[in-house]
């Protein structure tokens, strides 16, 4: 059997095929046109290569943070050095990576084109959103030039407004000015969504990127701009001690609590929904198979999505919320916990009778599943209020989130760049190499990782510059693991640059995948589409796709 | 290849150090690792359930063997499977989780009561018998002991791993925590919520001992004055006695007995008087006016301590009559020599 039958991707002739003439890289030249542009994809690739930087910056955070944790004593910096790593990998990565990370960079490409449209609804607001995401993202980076910030990245008061005098308010100004990048993003994606679909492309046909994409805008516009009154109400009690946190003024720290939790929870899903999209797209097209119950997952986005806003106080189980909110914001939790099983199982029998083969792309979704399920169910361990109490605020929290957030999303988020990317760039890169880069990650994620469990259920805690010595060798692995996953990551960052020059030439549909975004030219013209696409067909829908390209043959022949 | 004997032997011994897996020294131990366990029972069967999904079908379904997929739309009846099953387990887990927090959370009322007051970075443990310790708690086994904690600035987190329970010191209320240490030996106090520089230099130790032995050990670490007695002093030296005198004519109402008393109050709330309550009514009276007195009471705010606040309400909780304060105002206003101590106010 010869190899090509072992994958579909299916290159035009090299000897013949060229990049296309006119697209959106090349239609208008110099920076200033690539600075002014209101075209979505040239802001997408604004968003990637910014959000690249961050990537990269939280991450040499993290690997600071490992480095020091080799040992138990506190030897490598200072304590305070130490809690301004851990604080900036958090805010960096958080705000200026996580959040934006899907929507900015593969939903501003993909959405237009998905739904049949030239471009947003807003392109100048989709231009403002980069400004204010770098306006934002230049606070963090003058916070950490000037000397750094130590709050962690939860701003806790009475800490961060009345015991550190480091440049808390630049910060916290950076984190709420990129809300407002988040906010019209999603507001964006809302409109857009609604008013823009082409004729024929109803709701029920809409990839399941769309319907994810739409359920983290919503959490977008509704939740960033507590966020944003939070993070005034610190800066004024810092400033002039305006006492709304201040027990000895009358005021409640716990309200800070509250309000920071009302956004960061559902936070956490405007991170992962978007990477859940990312999942089904990937998972049908290398399966050739219409996702296992597409209004079963659709749903589920929206159910996490409204579920995602009451189940903030599991974050304060220990902190003296009253018992019966503590049972009823447990048992949100588990409900919420419901629709992400339901889409783990969609997706694996999205598998059963497809015809599946095993591209970068699938390698990365098939971690994000196994990864995931861990981070889900370890979720559910914290969801339970007797054991929270013993996991809350150790390494098992942080194991937790990572499983989530790096295990789940960052995954989804290289299988949507490993996936899309011939569709953005006009070429692959090397397969050998990024199957190598896919398998390197999940080892190294694992290794890192699957010890602090471990660590979490004996207690040690979270934020820690010192630690017993009966811990280092856990913590000896996780950083072994670290410097895998260090690799894992640098890995596409090279070949991926490589591919830009070298790569070969991708086609229009190297996937042969049945998007709208496939059916047209790679990369794509400024305005998308020549002639407005009527949609006649479901989402996934492989015959289709085989039809017309059956058809296609005909005509040229 | 050859290892040096030495790094040989070091290696053994550093790998032998590791922990694994916690002590369980409290009764809650076990509970809570019980539901551990449960917890990991399902989250293994369920990876495994979804890894033998994907790498089962990944096999069959290869483009291989499989060159054209079969669509099919959904299955109600398999969604309906795993939506109700991981609801159903999800909820089993919500009520034990629930059980284990009202059995960690809610003390037994024998509880002897230690004060817990965390500041940036360390913990003061003070025992209602006058001991104090920085850093360490001394308690017995076979007793529960009950936890009343306050921070004096910023949110602390205290917790003991081998005991499986922690709670938030929060700054402006007391939380409460309790346990009952089973075996006798040192264990880690950690503060677990980011609290500044010296974060992770804010632990402890707990010492757990025999009951001989605790007695032993609260009879030579005693500072000879008990809290309450620290309290009375403190009572006489604010000038508290001067309103609070117990006579029918005084400004300040009765508080003899009213520890854990219903009150009623000018704004026609009812209260009951706890530990929490009596230190709000120190630093924020106005707010706490007894219904027929009228809001004379200065505030407090900044200028007792939190150990003095916990002096003041252990004098408080255990004052029963009148009789002493009525002494200790008639000292303070005659130039009489203080009467020797008849009877010690029990600890």
Known sequence: MSATSYTIVNLPDQRTATIPKRNYLNNEDGLLSWLFTGDHKRIAILYLISITFFFFIGGAFAGLIRLELLTPQPDLVASDTYNKFFSMHGIVMIFLFLVPSVPATLGNFLIPIMIGAKDLAFPKVNLLSWYLYWIGGLFTLAALVLGGVDTGWTFTTPLSTHYLNTHVVTAATGVFIIGFSSIFTGLNFIVTLHRMRAPGMTWFRLPLFCWSNYAASILMVLGTPVLAITLVLVALERLVGIGVFDPTKGGD?????????????????????????VISEVISTFSRKRVFGYTAVAFSSVAIALFGFFVWAHHMFIMGVSNYSALVFSLLTMLVAVPSAIKIFNWAFTLQKGSITFETPMLYAFGFLGLFTIGGMTGVFLGALGMDIHLTETYFIVAHFHFVMVGGMLMAFLAGIHFWWPKMTGRMYPESLSKLAAVTTFIGFNLTFLPQFILGYLGMPRRYHAYPPEFQVLNVLSTAGATVLGVGYMLPLLYLGWSLKYGAIAGNNPWQATGLEWQIQSPPLTENFIETPIVDHEA?????????????????G | MHISPVLWQ????????????PREASTIAPYADALYFFLLLITVIGLVLVGALVFGFSIRYRKEKHPVAIQVEGSTLLEATWTIIPLALFLIVFVWGALLYFRIYNPPTNAM???????QWMWKAEHPGGQHEINALHVPTGRPVQLTMISQDVFHSFSIPDFRVKREVIPGRYSTVWFQATTPGTYHIFCTQYCGTNHSAMIGEVTVLSPDDYDKWTQESTSGMSLAQNGERLFASMGCNACHSGSAAARGPNLAGVYGSKLQLTNGSQVLVNDAYLRDAILNPSQHITAGYAPIMPTYQGQISEDGLIDLVEYIKAMQSNYRVQQTLTTSTSNQAAPTTPGVVKP
Request: cysteine-free; aromatic content about 22%; overall charge neutral.
């Open chain 2, 10 to 21: 070091f290696l053994v011994k550093w790998l032998n150090a590791s922990a694994l897996f």
């Open chain 1, 540 to 556: 996934y829908d492989y015959e289709w796709l085989a039809h017309k390209t059956a058809q296609e043959v005909t005509t040229v």
């Open chain 1, 253 to 277: 720290p716990l309200l800070f609590q509250h309000l920071f939790w009302f956004y960061s929870h559902p936070a956490v899903y405007i991170m992962i929904l978007p990477g859940m999209g």
């Open chain 2, 113 to 119: 009561n230690i004060y817990v007051v965390g500041k």
